[in-house]
């Protein structure tokens, strides 16, 4: 048994405490992976809009320093622009960690589904899918989405200091 199974399994239930036994027990057990598929799934496009609300937070905050500034960088407010450059950092952060959270929550989520697997005729997801993919270890095969998203807000913090630097410098 693997850890996940130490605390997933109800020891209080099991194939016997059902009518039919066997087909219940079994049905129950699909209903509750149906529900963590389904649930794995939101995470997923929760997700997704959470990329999009930073996304389109970075951009308006952008294009309001840039509003602010006007035309000619090298003439703003150094404070000004630093103080720009501080909460776009802080923006990047807040992304990076929510990214980071997620991809946590679904790696969970995805362990548990797998647990669940292993009491079902297939192991679709966890043994087929994923092991196709590599586990996502060998970038040529799979790179894991998450992994990305997490980049991108590194990438953006990376561009706004050297931003900062181009133009104060």
Known sequence: MTGIDNTLWN?????SDYARAKDKYQGAIL?????????????SARRSLTNTFFLTLNTV???ALATVSG???RSSSVWLLLAGLAVLLTQCLGWFVMMRSYRQLNAAKYAV???LERRLPALAYS?????ALGEGRDWRRYVPLTYVEQGVPVVFSVAYVAGFLATTL
Do not use: F, H, N
Not at 11 to 15: D, H, I, L, R
Not at 127 to 131: C, L, R, T, Y
């Open 61 to 63: 905050a952008v294009t």
């Open 11 to 15: 020891a209080g239930v099991s194939p």
């Open 127 to 131: 043994d087929a899918e994923w092991g």
């Open 71 to 73: 035309s000619d960088w």
């Open 31 to 43: 209903e509750q992976y149906k529900l963590c598929v389904e649930m794995a799934d939101r995470v």
């Open 113 to 115: 589904i797998g647990a």
